[in-house]
Each structure stands twice: as structure tokens, then as C-alpha cells.
């Protein structure tokens, strides 16, 4: 089945800083979605995303579906933001399922 | 909120217990997943439901028993867990299978 890696693992952050999050997919996919999963555990949806390139305040992403990677920007970064981020990806080609990175835990420090 | 909503929050049951976790989405969904997440784990999909039909178990116990009445209510039963089954429970639903997912807040379940 797809591979999804995420990098990195874990950041941590200054308050106000910007950071880049990584998630490469080893397949061609019809569906990319980020998530955000807040302390409490609720996967909040940042972006639905299978291509190109989409901004939400602070937040934008970017998937460049030939090369097979997406990216999602956080700028100007906010204790609020800490958590773990996940991409989710579905594998064109006949059924596939929804497969999740293993995610980047994010916390933002004060 | 998300228009997908999950009860309890948090359960504690014993071994012997019976109990169910509740998914309701207000979305107009026609497909609804359950999804566990154990600590330093991917998030594992158990089950899909498309307009009512259970469309996939992905080699899931027999102690988890889910059931879809309809496509705007989940419920995943269970019975005889053990220990390892404690993990974060998180229902989703989506207007087509596999399409954009929205996730409710999880049932945080402990077996003891």
C-alpha cells in the first residue's frame, strides 16, 4: 500500500515564528487532507487539498501532486497551534483506503 | 464544532463489561468510519459504512461489533475488551466514501 512519511517527527517553536510541515506520499493520490489534532484529541481539518495550493489565516498549503509531497506552511505561529499535524492521503487507482502519517507534534513555547 | 458528534467523551469499562460509543453526524454524509489511535501509533481505520453497508473491517476483532441504522448515526459496540483496546475511538464521516473526512472529538476509552 502508500507510504506516507511526515517530517519532522517533532518541532518546537518560538511564539511568532514560521515553520515548514512535510508529508510524502509514495503513490499518486486522488485525496490529501491535513489535519490538526488539538490536546484533547479532536482531528480538526485544516485543508482538503489533492493539488495545488490553498491559504487559511496563517495556515497555507501546497501539494504538488507529480513530484508527490505536500506542504503546510504555519506562519507567525501561536501557542494554540501546538499539537500533533497529520496528513491523510487516499491512493488513486480503484479503491483505496485512507491511509495517516505517523504526524509532526508541534509545540509552541511562549 | 464539526457536525460530528461523539458520546461518551471518556469511558471507563471493566473486561466483563458491555458497552457502546455513539457517533452522530448532522452533515448529509452518506459514508461514517471508525478509527482507533493507540498511543505512538498511526491512526488505524477499523470499519467504513457507505450509505448504510459496511464496506470494509480491516481484520478487527470480533469484539468490536459496529452497526449504522442509518447514514447519520454509528455505533460501534463493545464487549470482552482487554487492556490493549484502550485507545482514543474517533468517528468520522465524509459525503462520499473517501472524500473530504470531518472527525468528531473521540471517545477516550480506558479498560481496566
Known amino acids: 500500500g502508500i507510504q506516507v512519511e511526515q517530517s519532522p517527527p517533532d518541532l518546537i517553536l518560538q511564539e511568532g515564528a514560521n515553520s515548514t510541515l512535510r508529508c510524502n506520499f509514495s503513490d499518486s493520490v486522488n485525496n490529501l487532507q491535513w489535519f490538526h489534532q488539538n490536546p484533547w484529541g479532536q482531528l480538526i481539518n485544516l485543508f482538503y487539498i489533492p493539488s495545488g495550493t490553498k491559504q487559511n489565516g496563517r495556515l497555507s498549503a501546497t501539494t504538488v501532486a507529480t513530484e508527490r509531497y505536500s506542504l503546510l506552511y504555519i506562519s507567525s505561529s501561536q501557542t494554540t497551534d501546538s499539537g500533533v499535524y497529520f496528513c491523510a492521503v487516499v491512493a488513486s487507482g480503484g479503491y483505496q483506503k485512507v491511509t495517516f502519517g505517523t504526524g509532526t507534534k508541534l509545540q509552541v513555547i511562549p | 464544532e464539526t457536525g460530528v458528534t461523539q458520546t461518551p467523551r471518556h469511558l471507563v469499562m471493566g473486561m466483563t463489561n458491555k458497552k457502546s460509543l455513539k457517533c452522530e453526524q448532522h452533515?448529509?454524509?452518506?459514508?461514517m468510519y471508525w478509527y482507533k489511535q493507540s498511543a505512538k501509533k498511526p491512526l488505524e481505520l477499523m470499519f467504513v459504512?457507505?450509505?448504510?453497508?459496511?464496506?470494509e473491517n480491516n481484520s478487527v476483532p470480533s469484539r468490536f461489533s459496529p452497526e449504522c441504522p442509518n447514514s447519520s448515526h454509528l455505533f460501534l459496540h463493545l464487549h470482552t475488551l482487554q487492556p490493549e483496546d484502550s485507545a482514543l475511538y474517533l468517528c468520522?464521516?465524509?459525503?462520499?466514501?473517501?472524500?473530504?473526512?470531518?472527525f468528531g472529538q473521540g471517545t477516550r476509552l480506558t479498560v481496566v
Open positions: 459504512y457507505n450509505f448504510k453497508e459496511q464496506t
Open positions: 468520522a464521516s465524509s459525503f462520499q466514501r473517501d472524500t473530504e473526512a470531518f
Open positions: 452533515l448529509g454524509h452518506n459514508a
